[in-house]
T-cell receptor, first 111, second 115 residues
Framework: RKEVEQDPGPFNVPEGATVAFNCTYSNSASQSFFWYRQDCRKEPKLLMSVYSSGNEDGRFTAQLNRASQYISLLIRDSKLSDSATYLCVVNGPNSGYALNFGKGTSLLVTP | DAGVTQSPTHLIKTRGQQVTLRCSPKSGHDTVSWYQQALGQGPQFIFQYYEEEERQRGNFPDRFSGHQFPNYSSELNVNALLLGDSALYLC??????????????FGSGTRLTVV
């Protein structure tokens, strides 16, 4: 079983829609959780960290459920510029300094 | 403030050849990690360098080796290239000896094609 699993999509949504991505992780000892955004043929960039209490950054909300070992990302009022691949990233004591990436979920926002 | 710089941006090599990729970390960062991202996959951790030594290694064969210089820049070497080594190679730097997971900055990568 892979350490981090995501639905690859693609998710095709109209502008203004709300879309949610989920990610599951296998190591219950994982400690740090992130969502990265990667545009086509570009490098990953940190979108937001994910905290146990949940956190929000503008139109983006991240949630962590440790009991079920899943992480979610909610994007409200989708913009065309949100089209990208969203990578779920986990780090924990077993992985040391390595970031464990999921395969990514592809989002396409259409006019 | 320069971010992470990688060179070259693109490279085409033949099977069996050797390749060296280079990375200059972001100013103030002392730790360099290398990742391989195959098409349609997430980045996979190759290794991390700190204080000029390989501190941690992912599940990659010995054909993959690296080096870190006193100025914190780093090289990734791949010997005996295989077609399956074709990928985007990403360098990520971080401060504080890599203790800060929130401080990773990725370079734009080197796209390696093996033919």
């Amino acid at each position: 079983r892979k350490e981090v699993e995501q639905d690859p999509g693609p998710f095709n949504v109209p502008e203004g829609a709300t879309v949610a991505f989920n990610c599951t992780y296998s190591n219950s000892a994982s400690q740090s959780f992130f969502w990265y955004r990667q545009d086509c043929r570009k490098e990953p960039k940190l979108l937001m960290s994910v905290y146990s209490s949940g956190n929000e950054d503008g139109r983006f909300t991240a949630q962590l459920n440790r009991a079920s070992q899943y992480i979610s990302l909610l994007i409200r009022d989708s913009k065309l510029s949100d089209s990208a691949t969203y990578l779920c990233v986990v780090n924990g004591p077993n992985s040391g300094y390595a970031l464990n990436f999921g395969k990514g979920t592809s989002l396409l926002v259409t006019p | 403030d320069a971010g992470v710089t990688q060179s070259p941006t693109h490279l085409i090599k033949t099977r069996g050849q050797q390749v060296t990729l280079r990375c200059s970390p972001k100013s103030g960062h002392d730790t360099v990690s290398w990742y391989q991202q195959a098409l349609g996959q997430g980045p996979q951790f190759i290794f991390q360098y700190y204080e000029e030594e390989e501190r941690q290694r992912g599940n990659f064969p010995d054909r993959f080796s690296g080096h870190q210089f006193p100025n914190y820049s780093s090289e990734l070497n791949v010997n005996a290239l295989l077609l399956g080594d074709s990928a985007l190679y990403l360098c990520a730097s971080s401060p504080l000896g890599g203790a800060d997971n929130y401080g990773y900055t990725f370079g734009s990568g080197t796209r390696l094609t093996v033919v």
